[in-house]
């Protein structure tokens, strides 16, 4: 993974921050963050201005990354691309657009659909609302209490209890940040490519096919030969809700074909080759093969999960005892599902059920 460089020495917390290429800054969460998953942020810098790559949870995560960039530059951000509409990734724009009003805000029309959609309204509206923030604060009082009981149970492993410690300051600084969030939908859509062009770091912003999501964009960097894919890769356990198997390894291919040298995920390391997402389309395939002719037979969903056998990946995304539980929760079950139906003809629905607050990442506890 690349090396950690000369950052500006501010406080970006939940983030850590490293120099990726001269041009190309991440604000990822570093392991010790137990908080509510933040997708990765990445900022690229043009001669007369920044394009981000996501925007975080909240209007904190937003201001954050507003003091980072202006600790480099006095340059302006130019544009944010959301890669797709999981409120981790778009929900920091507005205190962006507040520092920059000429912002361009570019996605996919699907992704701005999705941002728009009832399953992110319960928690975030298009303006900040009390009603809103309490409800954060509901979900953080849940999880304290939550956390509360495994730190107080004598079952529990001393490593644990400190990471659930560590945990409570982590969610309680998030819903501190939480007020003012609102979403800001994009103005500017895109079906296949949009150029932001530079002398010395052009930005291709491209949708590639369906994947995780309906509307995934990928930024590529050809000159720096770095590419961030959204959660079309995540590390080190895949995200699976609401996807398009079949359409999701096509997508990979597509992204490999690139070249890359760097690939930035939607959350967690770069990386350097393309080992990773090889197994990410490899695990999608045994799924779908596994999956498919049991529901072209008629065989009913819950019987499908019974049956199928995914260990052949657990070695590869469960290498610990929690990763194993959220390679089956993240992963294989909501996979199943999508191949199930997909094998059926059935559509994937964007988001339907889905608690959108801060996919929990209980993955490290």
Do not use: C
């Not at 981000?52 to 904190?60: C, E, I, P, W």
């Amino acid at each position: 993974m690349p090396a950690m460089a000369a950052v500006p020495l501010i406080d970006v917390r939940p983030f850590a921050a490293r120099e990726i290429d001269p041009q190309v800054h991440l604000l990822s969460t570093p392991q010790d963050y137990y908080g509510p998953a933040v997708g990765n942020v990445s900022i690229i810098e043009q001669s007369d201005g920044y394009v981000l790559v996501d925007s975080g949870l909240s209007a904190g995560n937003g201001r954050t990354i507003v003091n980072y960039v202006k600790a480099r530059s006095a340059k302006p951000v130019k544009a944010v691309v959301i890669t797709h509409w999981h409120n981790d990734h778009p929900q920091g724009v507005s205190a962006i657009r507040q520092a920059w009003p000429k912002v361009r805000i570019i996605a996919t029309a699907a992704t701005k659909a999705g941002m728009l959609g009832p399953e992110v309204d319960e928690l975030v509206g298009l303006e900040p609302g009390p009603q809103y923030v309490e409800k954060v604060q509901k979900l953080n009082a849940e999880q304290q209490a939550t956390l509360d009981k495994l730190i107080a149970d004598p079952a529990t492993t001393p490593d644990r209890r400190e990471r659930a410690r560590k945990a409570k300051l982590d969610f309680a600084a998030f819903a501190a940040t939480y007020s003012d969030t609102y979403i800001v939908p994009p103005a500017e859509t895109f079906d296949k490519e949009l150029l932001i062009d530079d002398p010395v770091a052009p930005v291709k912003v491209m949708f590639l096919g369906r994947a995780n999501t309906a509307g995934d964009a990928v930024v590529w960097l050809p000159r720096q030969k770095i590419v961030m894919s959204g959660d079309i890769v995540v590390w080190p356990t895949p995200f699976g809700f609401f996807s398009y198997p079949g359409e999701w390894v096509q997508t990979l291919g597509k992204l490999k074909a690139l070249g890359y040298s760097i690939l930035i995920p939607g959350h967690g390391e770069p990386q350097t080759d393309t080992v990773y997402i090889d197994q990410l389309s490899g695990s999608i395939e045994d799924i779908r093969a596994q999956v498919g002719p049991l529901a072209k037979a008629g065989m009913p969903l819950d019987e499908v999960g019974r049956k199928v056998d995914f260990s052949r990946y657990a070695a590869v995304f469960g290498k610990t005892e929690r990763m194993k539980t959220l390679f089956k929760t993240y992963w294989t079950d909501p996979m199943t599902e999508n191949a199930w139906k997909e094998a059926k003809g059935m559509p994937i629905v964007q988001g339907e059920g889905e608690v959108t607050v801060a996919k929990q990442s209980d993955k490290k506890r």
